[in-house]
C-alpha cells in the first residue's frame, strides 16, 4: 500500500533541496503481472470519473535482460490486465498523451527479480495539491 501523506511530507521535504527538478513514487513488488496489475489499478480507480476518458500507459525498462519477457510484452501483459478492469470506467491506453505513466523497471537484486513500480514522475513544483491529483481526499 502506497501512503499517500508520505508522498505529501516527502514532497514537502524535497521541494526544498536545491537541484531536486522532479521524483518519483514507487514500489517494489515480485515478476507477477497480476500483482503489478493489481496495484497499479488501486492507484488509477481513485483518478477516474464517470463519463470522463483517463489516458494511461505502461512503459517498461529491464536491465535485468534475462527477465522472460521483452520489455513490449510486459506492457502489454500489464496494460491488458489493467484495461480488462478499468476500460468500461473510461480508462484508455494512450502512449503519446498519457495523463498517468506506469514506469515499471525490471531490475536483478542478488538471484531474484525485482520489479519497481514509479507511480510518476512528479515535478517539485506540483507539490501543492498532490494529494488530490492522486486521488486522496484533501
Given at each position: 500500500d502506497l501512503e499517500y501523506y508520505l508522498v505529501e511530507e516527502c514532497s514537502a521535504r524535497l521541494s526544498d533541496i536545491l537541484g531536486i527538478n522532479s521524483f518519483s513514487v514507487g514500489v517494489t513488488t515480485k515478476a507477477d503481472f497480476e500483482q503489478i496489475a493489481e496495484i497499479v489499478i488501486q492507484w488509477l480507480e481513485p483518478l477516474l470519473n464517470p463519463g470522463q476518458a483517463f489516458k494511461f500507459c505502461v512503459r517498461t525498462q529491464r536491465s535485468n535482460?534475462?527477465?522472460?519477457?521483452?520489455?513490449?510484452?510486459?506492457?502489454?501483459?500489464?496494460?491488458?490486465?489493467?484495461?480488462?478492469?478499468?476500460?468500461?470506467?473510461?480508462?484508455?491506453?494512450?502512449?503519446?498523451?498519457?495523463?498517468?505513466?506506469?514506469?515499471?523497471?525490471?531490475?536483478?537484486?542478488?538471484?531474484?527479480?525485482?520489479?519497481?513500480?514509479?507511480?510518476?514522475?512528479?515535478?517539485?513544483?506540483?507539490?501543492?495539491?498532490?494529494r488530490r491529483k492522486m486521488g486522496e481526499p484533501s
Open positions: 535482460k534475462g527477465f522472460h519477457k521483452t520489455s513490449p510484452e510486459c506492457d502489454f501483459e500489464i496494460g491488458s490486465r489493467i484495461m480488462k478492469r478499468l476500460a468500461d470506467k473510461g480508462l484508455q491506453v494512450d502512449i503519446n498523451r498519457s495523463q498517468f505513466v506506469l514506469e515499471v523497471e525490471i531490475g536483478l537484486e542478488e538471484t531474484l527479480c525485482q520489479i519497481y513500480l514509479f507511480l510518476a514522475n512528479v515535478p517539485v513544483n506540483m507539490r501543492p495539491g498532490l
